[in-house]
């Protein structure tokens, strides 16, 4: 497999707070990682930080080779297209129904005509199971359905890798099972994730590799069943038998 | 017979400051043949001041009439070209005159000494003595200087009156007020005792209003000091002797006397003939027509130099950051009043031909937008940071993101705030008829001082401003209504 995301001495500062500390990782074609952590071990930073929504100040990321830093806007978001990223609040915008947020990115950046977009936005409805909600405008739809068309929106592009910013947290508890499933049906069509997740069921069944995160930097990473049933640093032992019931 | 305003004097010296044009041409005195050369002798009066100079209607047009317009005729056709008539407030006539806007001030103005020192006269043409107007039921008790004490005169702000009140009666207090119509109003509502004027022009006030009475106080007045003499740019002897000529000329014959006067007063007569409000819709139609040209027309340019500069300010570069705060400061920190006069005589002076309607959009324009700029910045902030990273991470560019995304989001948010500018705006588009500007604050002067009644013209205006500032406000709710999605 190809390595589709290099980190290299990856670092993130914010005035004196050191929140990312040289992190080298390499994120494979097709591979699902999830990574989780304590609360304010960088978890979220890092995983913005592989688009550059956050600007690393040491390191750097290269996307299928190409480094994301140092580049121009333009450059920048020719990058940022194929790479999907999914947020805690969902992020839609208020001022377009669900199939026009759905649309705008194709239209305006892939530059695809209107009856392309449309019907690939329907097709992209249909697999999130929102089909009759695409003149819906997103204040009218709950959370769940929210998170769900914003992961059709990031599809739409076609991308090469889906990130996904605790997709779950916001979400009222009854409403977490219908976006993991949208999740789980994606990693199973051969997506490459990057999930940052507190979903621990999720990432057992479904991730290929845990990166176990804390104070900034990946402390241990494995095959989930190993990671689950036996970590091996005496962070990830104390982070586990605090969550797991 | 009006003094030089202390707030024309810093006016002037700041533009002497920053333009020295004066002193340039001073040096080869080629005024006259410049009028000739253009063909138009333009003149600067303040038309509310009859019989000397006013407005009376003809055929549906209004024209400039009275004494001084009579005599700027003839000597417009002695030297052998047009006479075009710029109306101002008097206090503007002599920064017109130094910024070059007007060839010549005529407007019953008296050559005191101070004005000597910064204009050229021609010699007195006419002297009129000063009266006093007063309410008729006040006439038994107020005859002379010496009735009044303790009372409240008014007189026209900078005027020779306003000047004679506070010399030779001290125990008073002044009242003075730009407008000699607004004057009369005080009068007429109790707040003033009675206002100082010159003898023909309170003669036609009393003739037109049965309750008012013309007095001789008995001011005691330096003969040099009431005569009306016409003003040119310092040094422009050549206009100040042709004028002269024409003065000989109109004295030998009397031709104030025998014609000019008695054809002002026939004006005048025909005007309070027509005192009826009916009559006067067309001078308020074309105040609604100036004020909506002002108001669209900076509203767009308000809006469009607001979004700039409000992009300018969240500009993460320090430069157009910081010229559009320093902008937007500057003009909120001043008066429109004073930006309206700064652009009209101060840019004016450079570009000589710019016309007071432009100027007055452009310093309206210019001013709605750094109030706009603050409203449309307070949206874009308004929006959560989420909506930007989304747009980016689909790959979309700054510029997108704002226009499809940030932008129609913000302007939902800041529609009200944005629809109370333009209405303020409409109502503020009032300050220009200080420079000339025939807007419905301007017409409604002019029909007080054609039909010498006061309020009646100001409830129309308020109503005028009324209907637009309510029927913009009903449209902008309309719209608000369309975007409650966004």
């Known amino acids: 497999m190809p390595n589709l995301i290099e980190v290299q001495n990856l670092g993130k500062s914010f005035g004196d707070n050191e929140v990312l500390k040289d992190i080298n990782e390499v994120v494979k074609k097709g591979q699902v990682i999830c990574v989780i952590g304590p609360s304010g071990s960088g978890k979220s930073t890092f995983l913005r930080c592989l688009n550059v929504l956050e600007e690393p100040t040491a390191g750097k990321v290269l996307f299928e080779g190409n480094s994301l830093t140092g580049i121009s806007e333009n ?21 377009m129904n669900v199939i026009e947020n759905i649309k705008l990115a194709p239209l305006r950046v892939k530059k695809l005509s209107d009856d ?27 959370g769940g359905q929210q998170q769900r068309v914003a992961i059709a929106r990031a599809l739409a592009m076609n991308p090469e890798v889906m990130l996904f910013d605790e997709p779950t947290s916001a979400l009222d508890p009854e409403m977490v099972g219908e976006v993991l499933k949208v999740m789980k049906d994606l990693a199973e069509s051969g997506m490459t994730m990057v999930v940052v997740t507190h ?35 005496e962070r990830a032992q104390d982070f586990l038998s605090k969550i797991l019931i | ?29 080629n005024y006259l043949q410049k009028v000739k050369d253009k063909g138009t002798l333009v003149v600067g009066t303040s038309a509310d001041y009859p019989p000397y100079e006013f407005t009376a209607k003809e055929n549906g047009k209004t024209k400039y009439v009275g ?13 052998g070209v047009k006479l075009e008539v710029k109306n101002m407030n008097f206090d503007s006539l002599l920064v017109a005159l130094e910024t070059h806007k007007i060839d010549m001030v005529i407007a019953g103005m008296n050559p005191t000494p101070e004005r000597q020192k910064s204009v050229s006269f021609s010699k007195i043409y006419y002297t009129g003595d000063q009266y006093m107007l007063i309410n008729k039921k006040d006439a038994a008790h107020f005859r002379k200087i010496k009735d009044f004490k303790g009372k409240t005169i008014g007189a026209q702000t900078g005027s020779l009156q306003y000047s004679l009140v506070k010399q030779q009666m001290k125990g008073n207090d002044v009242k003075g007020l730009a407008k000699l119509n607004d004057l009369v109003i005080a009068l007429q509502s109790q707040k003033v005792n009675a206002v100082a004027m010159e003898e023909a022009t309170a003669k036609a006030f009393a003739e037109n209003n049965r309750n008012l009475k013309v007095i001789d106080p008995g001011f005691d007045i330096d003969a040099s000091q009431t005569g009306s003499a016409i003003g040119f740019s310092k040094g422009a002897d050549s206009l100040v002797n042709a004028a002269n000529k024409t003065i000989d000329e109109v004295k030998k014959d009397n031709l104030i006397n025998k014609e000019y006067i008695p054809a002002a007063a026939k004006n005048m007569t025909t005007n309070g003939k027509k005192n009826s409000m009916l009559n006067y819709w067309t001078y308020f139609a074309k105040g609604i027509e100036y004020t909506l040209i002002i108001t669209v027309v900076s509203v767009f340019f308000g809006f469009v130099l607001g979004t700039l500069f409000a992009l300018m300010r969240l500009s993460r570069n320090k430069l157009t950051h910081g010229l559009a705060v320093s902008y937007i400061e500057f003009v909120r920190g001043t008066p429109l009043m004073v930006q309206v006069m700064f652009v009209y005589f101060g840019i004016g002076a450079v570009i000589q031909s710019l016309p007071a309607l432009i100027a007055g959009i452009i310093a309206v324009s210019l001013n709605s937008a750094a109030y706009v700029a603050e409203v449309i910045r307070s949206g874009i902030e308004s929006i959560p940071a989420g909506q930007t990273e989304a747009s980016r991470s689909l790959g979309l560019s700054q510029k997108e993101t704002y226009r499809y995304i940030i932008i129609p989001q913000a302007l939902k948010n800041i529609w009200p705030a944005l629809g109370n500018e333009f209405v303020t705006l409409i109502k503020e588009s009032s300050i220009v008829s200080i420079i000339g500007v025939t807007d419905i604050m301007y017409q409604m002067q002019l029909v007080q001082s054609a039909t010498y009644k006061g309020v009646i013209p100001i409830f129309i205006a308020m109503i005028i401003y009324f209907i637009m500032t309510f029927g913009l406000s009903k449209v902008l709710g309309y719209f608000e209504g369309k975007m409650k999605h966004a």
């Open chain 1, 75 to 95: 450059e920048l978001n020719n990058l940022r297209e194929k790479m999907g990223m999914v947020f805690q609040s969902f992020n839609l915008f208020p001022n």
């Open chain 2, 1 to 29: 017979m009006k003094k030089k305003s202390f707030f024309l004097v810093i006016i002037v010296f700041l533009l002497a400051l920053i333009i020295p044009v004066t002193h340039a041409k001073a040096a080869n005195d």
């Open chain 1, 116 to 142: 392309e977009a449309t019907k690939q936005a329907q097709d992209l409805l249909e697999r999130v199971g929102l089909a009759d909600k695409a003149e819906q405008y997103p204040q009218s739809l709950s």
């Open chain 2, 67 to 79: 004494l001084d317009i009579s005599l700027a005729e003839k000597f417009a056709k002695d030297i």
């Open chain 1, 199 to 233: 979903e621990m069921g999720f990432a057992k069944s479904v991730a290929d590799e845990i990166w176990f995160m804390a104070d900034g930097a990946i402390q241990e990473k494995g095959n989930p069943e190993t990671f689950f049933n036996a970590p091996k640093t």
